[in-house]
Every structure is written in C-alpha cells, then in structure tokens.
C-alpha cells in the first residue's frame, strides 16, 4: 500500500471532516526524519484516544507511532488489554488478535508479506500488555523468538490485568498488592528482557517512557533490527495509575521513580554482535547525512 | 392460509427490525430495483426516487469509502456524479428544503463520539440522522456488510426513507435500492431529479 493511494476523491474533499483532510495533507507518512517531535502537528499520532486521563500508555502509544520509521507499510499486531481501545484510532494498519496470540499472527503475518511483497520493506509490530506477552501469550511469545521470526514485540508493562480491575500478572513486583489480588504477589516479577536474550531476541531494552527521544531511539533500532537480522523486544514500564492509587498526573513521576539506576525499570539494553554492527552501520549513514546537509545548508547561507 | 407479504417502510420499525431478506424480501435482478422489497424496472425506481429527494424536507446523500476515496478512477468519476446529483437536488428543490451531503469515511468505531453534523458512522447511522432531521437518504459507495447494518438501524430507529446506490446486487434492508451502480446511473438519477423539478408537491412546513 503506498500512501499515494490514499487520497480523497477531489470532488468530494471539501465535505470529508477535517481529521481526514489532515491525514491526507500533513501526515508524517514517507517522511525519513519522522520521530516523538511530530506529535500534537500529525493527526494519525492520535488526536484523541479512548484510555483514562493521564494515562502513560497513551504517552507510549503516540511515542511508538511516531517512531515507526515505516508506518504506511507497518502492521501492528494487538491483543486484548487497553491497547485494543486505542487501536481503532490510529491510522497504521494493525489486527486484533486473540487474547495472547499476538506473536503467532505476527509470525504469519509477517512470512505471509515476505512472500506476497518480496523485495518490499514491510514492518511487523507487536503491540500487547504484559497479561498477553508474558502470562497468556507466553508460549506463542517465546516460539516466536525462539524461531527467529523478524518482528519486533513491545510489552506494555502495567504490572498487572489493568482493564479487569487489578488482577496478578506475572510481571507484578513481588509484594504488591491489587485489588483483586489482595495476598500480595508471591512471586518475583518475571525477569522476561532476559528471557527474551536467551531466547535468541538481537535487541532488548527494558525502560519506561518518561523520555519521548529515547523511546523514539529504541523504537527505531528495534524495528530496523528485526527486519534485517531477527526478533526484537522492548519492555516499557507504562503504568496504569488508576490500579496503582495514582492520579492522573502522577504517571510521569511515577516513571521516574521507576527508572532509578537501583528500580526494576533502570534503562537495560542487550544488543548482539550483529545487531550491534547494523546500528553502527546506520548511525554512520545517518551522520554522514547529517553532515551533507549542514554543508549544503553552510553552502547556501555563503 | 392468508399470508401478508412484507413490505420494506420508512420505520420506526422496532429496536431489531427483521432482516428483509429474512422476511421473504429478494435482490432485483440486472436491469431491475426494488421498491419497498417489489421488483421493478429501474427506470421506475429512479422516478420513485427522484420523486423522494424532491419531497423530502431533507434530502441527504451518504457517500461512503468506497467513493469519498479516490482508490481508482471509477471511484473518483463516481465521486463526481454523487457531487454532480447533490448539486442538482439543491437546484431543484424549494428554499425550505435543506439537501445535505453527509460523509461516511469509514467504518471504525469512533469514541467518545462521532459530530453528527459533519459525518455519519455506520454503527450509529440515526444519531446523523435524527440531529439533522433527515427525512430521505441514499446510500453510495458503502461496502454492503456495512450498509446493511445501517439499513437495518435507520428502519429499526427513525423514519428516515433509505435509498441504495449499490454497486453490488443491491440492499434488501433498503426501502428502494438499485443495483450495479455507475456513475452513469448517478447521472441518470440526476437526469430525473431535473425532469420532475416543479411536479412534485414540496413538503408541507
């Protein structure tokens, strides 16, 4: 699908409501250097989303769709949680899966586009809560890492079963005590960033998203990562304020008190070797891009 | 045994109208329409047509995807008659009446809500058309899956009378609909609204 196709037919442009007309006039699609900066200018970032006021996965949602360096030809993966309120509202092609499966269809999904487009860069996404990756979807999560399958998966780490109310999830932090789990977590939190670098993932990172320009930079790497050497996995801490006892403008501080070098969401990164040669590959480029630009600019301005 | 033979009316029906195909109600073969499920030839269904816009107090065409977006140029000619058949409804009708042409862009659910003044959604089509008191509408270029839906909440909910456009075999759920739609056929819908301008009695006030 190339975002050429996408256009109003001109007769009737001037009736279409104003979001669609922006869609088509400003969106960041094609744009190279798009990225965290575009929000609040570019209507498919989300003008408005479903989820509660101050809600951090709202943040992350809009941070990760500005990220995409590929978004007319992404495709994201949900499952059932919040995130699947917000999926109808975003202008990247995306498919709701079944509660946990998120990893199987993107396995398909992505072979499938390799086949139907071959030579064509097309981006998977999987976009799910913790309950999906790590508790229900587990299995379908670690196969897909264990058979290399070239897709990125993002967990949206809420320590817990936010829509039903406040259920245990394997992620919650030992001790913690929710609504609906009020003996208190038994267990340690999984360890899954680490999980995933065994399981064979080449770019891991475990962070919140209190830092729009940081989460664009993982985002990144993960995607082209995953679409030239294997499985990707980024774990970001977007915790839900309501089941937490927090109020809506809470949520960034709490982020930051959970990103503290001693906290379970202290910035961790794992790279392999041919991962690691990739982004040097593309840092290069991009700085030499950089660099004809600022002569080019240097040039005109002389 | 007496049996009554469904007719597809302007509603209120009740809150979930049968299916008209359920009630006995067939699709027009080519070169036919129906009009409250009655197989007709389609020159009859567009003076019917016609007939409505022109005495309806507001008579609305609903684009839908399939020609707001110009996918192909079909789509695009299409969108062209659509505009071309709104704007002929405008001239010919009287100061009191109040055409509309209302967008379907797609199909998602839109939350907290749609604005009802500049857009209809298919999952909530009478909210549309119950603010701007629409008494006729045509759908066009809606994909059927979504158009019957629609169909079937206006007859369940308001009074509205439904027209289809539809480029497929048509809408039993609709109270006229015509099938294989063009934008020739548009244009020949268009054709008829001129013809009959000044001899249909307007809406009382």
Known sequence: MSKERIQISPDLFDIMPAEYQDLVRRATYGKEDRGWKDIGMAKELIEEHSLCAGCPESMAFRYILASLPNPEDTVMVGSTGCTSLVFPHVAVHNIHSLFGNQNAVASGLKRALSLRFPGKIKDVVVLAGDGATVDIGLDMTLQAWFRQEKFTTICFDNELYANTGGQESG???????????????????????????????????????????????????????????????VQLYTPCILEIGKNSMEGLQEMRDAERPTERFAYKEYISDQAKELLAEIAAKEKEKKAAAKKQLAGKEA | MKTTRYEVLPGPEHFLPPAAASMGIRLPDPGQAHIHGRIVPEEEAMEAAARQFLSAKVPTIFPGPLVLWAWNEKAAQKAKAVRELYETIKECVTPAQRPMLIPMPDYRPKYPKINPEIEINPNHPNLTIWHNKIDTCMFVGVHCHQANLSLKIIRGGTNCYTIAMCAQAGHEDAMLSFRDATAEKILRLAEWVKKLKGSVKPPEE
């Open chain 1, 171 to 233: 992620m919650m932090r030992k001790g913690f005590v929710a609504k609906m789990a009020p003996a208190g977590k038994m267990f340690e939190k999984v360890r899954l960033p680490e999980i995933a670098r065994e399981s064979g993932c080449h770019y891991v990172v475990n962070c919140t998203v209190s830092k729009p320009n940081l989460v664009e930079k993982v985002i990144k790497n993960a995607v082209y990562v995953a679409r030239e050497i294997g499985p990707t996995y």
